[in-house]
């Protein structure tokens, strides 16, 4: 197990009226680490977390699990939305009229060739297919959607409609209204981290990548078939590479008062996460390395 460790960012702001951040979590693009992130900081900022469950367009991986669509038309769910400060999920862009309120949007983007393989293999190791169903065969039945990443940020619901340049160029635009220095990419983890630092004035950042893909060099892939079934992926993929480049460096300054621990594997317990004062976070650094 290895952890990474992004030091307090400079310019710290603690906002003290919050407009609700949505983070649009894109299956298997660092998402499910960045969520746990999202609920330790909305624990040290005093805020209240929701995270909607299920898939939007893709396969769920396992069974019993509602959409989220089907989640955002529950009243009970929209109420408790409502009152939500920081709501994560599998989420197409734009839920301002469910939570009644403007929000900020925030995403990660990933390769889209790498992001759509990753998919292949958690479904294999949630058995959601078997293993001698070619890939391909997931790709053209549309078990694995296709650009998966421009319809969830296109605003685009219904997952029957043919992903079209229409619906690449509203994702673009999508991605462009939200604040630069909130889109991100898993390449660059660490600078996103950052971002998020400087926005909300979060302490230093302690966590691990979660829900990782092992590497298997023994799955049959057409290359040719993952880069045509992403094709407006691979292009907002290098739109949101480019705001990410364009964007000024955040240096880290110091540790600060505290430490968020976005780790289970760090932590004792049943918790998924902690706040340690920064004495306390050294001294069980110091233990790590000495073991």
């Known amino acids: 197990m290895t952890f990474t460790e992004i030091r307090s960012a400079n310019n710290l702001n603690k906002h003290s009226e919050f407009i609700p951040l949505v983070f649009i979590h894109l299956p298997k693009a660092a998402g499910t680490t960045l969520d746990l ?5 909305a624990h040290y900022l005093g805020l209240k977390h929701s995270r909607i469950s299920g898939p939007l367009f893709h396969k769920a991986f396992g069974s019993g699990k509602t959409s989220t669509l089907e989640k955002l038309n529950d009243l009970a769910k929209i109420k408790l939305l409502s009152k939500s400060d920081i709501i994560t999920g599998h989420l197409p862009f734009d839920i301002d009229n469910e939570i009644g309120k403007k929000a900020h949007y925030t995403t990660i983007l990933r390769d889209p060739i790498n992001r759509t393989v990753s998919h292949y293999k958690m479904g294999l190791r949630r058995k959601s297919w078997h293993p001698e169903t070619p890939i391909s065969n997931l790709l053209s039945t549309g078990v694995i959607p296709d650009n998966l990443m421009t319809r969830h940020l296109s605003g685009v619901r219904n997952k029957s409609k043919t992903c079209t340049e229409l619906m690449y160029e509203l994702a673009v635009k999508n991605l462009n209204d ?13 600078s996103y981290v950052r ?5 909300f004035g979060l302490p230093t950042i302690v966590y691990e990548n979660l829900q990782t893909s092992p590497s298997n060099n023994s799955i049959s892939i057409n290359r040719q078939d993952l880069i045509n079934h992403n094709k407006f ?7 949101a590479l480019s705001i990410v480049n364009n964007n000024p460096p955040i240096n880290e300054e110091h540790y600060g008062d505290h430490v968020i621990i976005a780790s289970p594997s760090l932590i004792a317990g049943q918790k998924r996460f902690a706040i340690l004062k920064t004495p306390e976070w050294l001294k069980f650094k110091n233990s790590l390395v000495c073991r």
């Open 233 to 239: 992926d691979s292009l907002l993929y290098q739109d």
């Open 195 to 199: 971002g998020l630092q400087s926005a």
């Open 178 to 190: 939200m604040p630069s220095h909130l889109i991100g990419i898993t390449e660059h983890f660490d």
């Open 37 to 41: 992130i999202m609920q330790a900081a």
